[in-house]
């Protein structure tokens, strides 16, 4: 395997499986300088943690996180910053039954097929469990892009199966969405998304879904127009999320049945702000790879679970067709702990593009 | 500017501006060996190229790409290979008004900001021209592919405007889409896309549309599973692509409202073929980041072009609010050139995994 | 900072500072299937450790290092693999002195112009100590070039201040090199380095010195010509190690007085062995950036330690002019302990190289 | 082949073989901005080109470089540079005798088992007319360094056989170093030096020598200390000069044989300029892997030119020991022309350090 680290100028290298002794991550190219609120990367860690409510998977982990270089003194050094995540409710014997057998549409046949050695336990190194390190290094950068660029990340689950909540233009308050634990910021359609999710996980089932995420206070300029595109590195990063099946920025798929005419965001200027902008915003923010200084909007789609506790057909590693009932724990639907992942590398993603060299605006 | 090259292994390094002596392109890491075809490289050009037909813009270049090293007598040493195409048919002339008005959906305005000197005839650098160089480059990633690996790309218009085409699971012939001038497999669709186009065009207007893009012959395990996975690196090259707005894999944003149970696709085993497959593709023949043997399939989002004849309001370099009317020479859509740069882009993009080291099955 | 990590195909990343909780590494890229001997990495981590003899720093630390991912049932996995090693003897109290003034050839001032916050105990990140993830990860990177490609590296100290050992064609042995506390194969000359260290030491001084290394088993082309060059990339490998003000292939300096006609090593071919080489080796194994085949010769001169007990004239961070006697523990001499980090770098190195995708002779 | 391209934030891309169309280069990451003094660029081209003078090689070649791309109203525009140098004067049939036999010190023997297809015309791309490019994009760096950062380069001949300047501190004027078509500064010293080549050439030999080079006006602080040391990313730039042999750094080699108490350089506050330097510079301007501010000093060690009229033993692509006696056009003593490719890879290293970002002090 090789491509564990993402990020030209602030570069962040992923490690660990899921039942070994440490998840973490390193962080190389953050600044010098900054006071780190180590509660709030906590905070961020629980956000994302296992067992924090009835409907994600019961493992239960307090992901107390440790940084442990790269900060003296309650600040950054400016040296690469490793954060370490023990393992400690690992139940290894629970995916046993799994050692020999491959779950549909799970990576762990294509890690035996490519590797030829593979850690069962717990899906190894393809287990999401690996984002706990992601979200304490994005937890650093949310809290360096609030400090010098009053730059804002917000996710929310938009969908869940059949059950939508209301798109609107308006940005939801993270108190709204906090309080779902779905993560749906309408507390109607957040009922109805738990009791779909319920009812999936009664059923030995999973559910597919939706978020959305919007990133508030960008100047104008983020991104390298050719081959870092401000949505290419986005969409490179949560790509890169487990699950993950399709992203869109502004208005997305719809653009396909557009004119020209109605598509455009004419340029307005503020005399009052002296700020440049757009009178709409169907874009999401982003033209020609920069941003223009309006929310960028992203949608990204997510497929169900693939571990499910149902019968499926599949094959096992003597290439005989066998039927699977999947144990272990396993979140019936990804999406209300995928939220603050979605925002970590949201926070990744914008902090290396505001760090590239040679921008005029942005510095 | 920065972040002109793209790929690990096969690196394709962009450069030149719309009116500039030369468009261009290097290619760095492609084996030695390799028979070049030159005429199918030139045919890829030709598929891409301006003026091909009435539908496209109507400057009029016959692109001819040299490939100036990297090839000798007849094949590739080993070496870097660059290509150069030169500007031919460019009227900087029309583009003079558009040097201090910033048209909406453009790029310009953010050059401007960014970079405080811009090369507006035609563009500059941010003109879709600069693809010819990636066509050429992913052209030769073709005759690479092909030959060594047996992988095939076909893309082709889905949807132009609020034209689609019946969507299919079969991929369609090479014949059948170069037969329409749209690059829509299906005669009737694709008269009602010349149509809509023509309209478009008569109302100084523009059409967004779809593209779907299928990779037939990938071997087992082509993808890096954490940061490197191949729908994070085709996402990568292909939003890299301007006027895209979204992509997505296999079942793409209907895997939002279903269940695991009806998406996970099942492990099958060919014991004629010794071939491992699944039994159906809701997954768009990626799992974990990896090719699972089936077909991969995307669907590609673009927006209407932004360069329209109609009026609209925007601001000029002085901060005016202002009319526009952009002249100059676009394509009223940009979809049927676009098809044969997604290809590009995916040759460039599996071949980079392709030779990714460490990777046992795929050698 | 920036830049912690080295490496194109196998990416070692490197953090910790001397006094924090832990120092590490990360290793990227290394291929799953080789079985582990953690013993034979523990022997390496033990050469390079503090306290090890007489003539070295008196810090004590096991420096027994974890690896806490990439590892499974005794196999690496292709996953990274993460090294932690615990700071455990940290006297932080014995650099408090140091906290304001800076040290004359030391980094100290530097880092703290340049980031203007500094870890000052034990010389924080500017420590060698942090070269044990080095070690570590360079000791993995041994067992896959033993098991896999027959290649060895030995360096050792031909150098300490005035002694020089008699410069000789034939590569020491391992045991030769260790049965020697400065790490010098011939005893007689051992004896004497082991002198002027202990009186440097005494004197409150530091010495300067030279280390050689050979690579043997190397196989023919290895190195990529242009800006991958086996000597380019051993070179910025090797300079990146404190101390090292210098570096030489071959015949090294020697170069620059001789003729073409006695430099070039004639090309021969080994009927019996079916093997090419060359009837000397002034190039030290490598020409045109690629190994011949050849044993690969470099010789590094390492400064004396900056940071030395004896009186000295510098400034502290008011700027003002202070006289300076550094406490705290530090090698007299750093070549000893420095001769496993040269081997580990050049297994990294030379291991990067071969995993090059695209290489004919080497895969 | 890989690895074409060095840089990280100012990428060199390097393309081209000696007999091809073209010689070229893409410089990306060049800021928007800079008035080009296209006439400076062509003098150092001129400085580099081939039949200069007596004793270079005698291919005429007039070195015409065109910048196609990112320079728009003679100024830069941050966008991808591209340089194009045509091959005019390529005698490829005096290379005919050398399609199959393998010159002593050269790598077309490794080319040809490397890569099994290769240019053998003049070189093909191991050959050192590649540089051209080089020297093209340092020249554009150096305008850069001069006017935003008064840095200036300067390498001149300390050495040829066994010819040697007398050393000094004093950094030579590049009028004295211009005087001399060896780049030696002392006109007796130089005389003697053209003697040397002129013998060498008449008796179908070459001479290696030493090239010295400065930077001066270096802030403090430019170097990335762990693996981007301003020694490390300059040895990585220089030693992928063809016939580099050895690279040091101030004192270089002869800090082997000191003690600390002598090496160190005390820091010391001028109270004047209000700036930090050293009292004494055997560090050669970089601590830690940082500049110091003072002068950066390197002597680099080049072996005689491979390829040699004199009767020399060899072998054949049969395999076949034989005789050869070299013909085409070659310098009999490299150095005269490695002076400029030196400084402009010291250009392109010091920039790229330059611009990497998150440093405090340099920007």
Known sequence: ???????????????????????????????????VNFADIQREMNRRRPGQSSITT??????????????????????PIAFLIPNKDAKSNDYLHLKDIYRPGHADLLYDQKYGHRDWR????????ITAGWVAAGALAKQWLKQYHQIEV?????????????????????????????RCPDP?????????????????????????????????????????????????YILSLNAVKGISFGDGFDVASKTGSNNNDSWVYNKETGKIGTSSNHAGGIVGGM???????MEIAFKPTSTIAAMQSTINSSHEQVQLEAAGRHDPCVLPRAVPI?????????????????SKTIN
Request: aromatic share 4%; glycine share 14%.
């Open 291 to 297: 941003s223009t200084g309006e929310p960028v909007f």
């Open 122 to 129: 717990g899906g190894g190194r393809s287990s999401a469990r």
């Open 188 to 236: 109607v359609v957040s009922e109805k998304m738990v009791e779909a999710i319920e009812k999936a996980r009664l059923s030995g089932d999973s559910l597919g879904g939706k978020i959305t995420c919007a990133i508030q206070g960008m100047p104008l300029g983020v991104g390298e127009p050719v081959f870092g595109k401000l949505n290419a590195v986005l969409g490179n």
């Open 342 to 358: 979605v925002e970590a590398l949201c926070h990744l993603a914008v902090m290396d593009l505001l760090l590239e060299s040679g």
């Open 58 to 79: 019961q493992r239960n982990e307090s992901d107390e996180v440790q940084l442990v270089s790269g900060v003296f003194e309650g600040k950054t050094l400016g040296t």
């Open 154 to 182: 917000t996710a929310w689950v938009s969908q869940i199966y059949n059950v939508l909540a209301d798109s609107t233009e308006a940005i939801p308050s993270q108190d709204a969405i906090e309080q779902s634990i779905v």
């Open 1 to 35: 395997m090789s491509r564990n680290s993402i990020g030209k100028n602030l570069i962040l290298t992923s490690f660990g499986e899921s039942h070994g002794a440490f998840i973490g991550a390193v962080l190389d190219g953050f600044p010098a300088g900054l006071e």
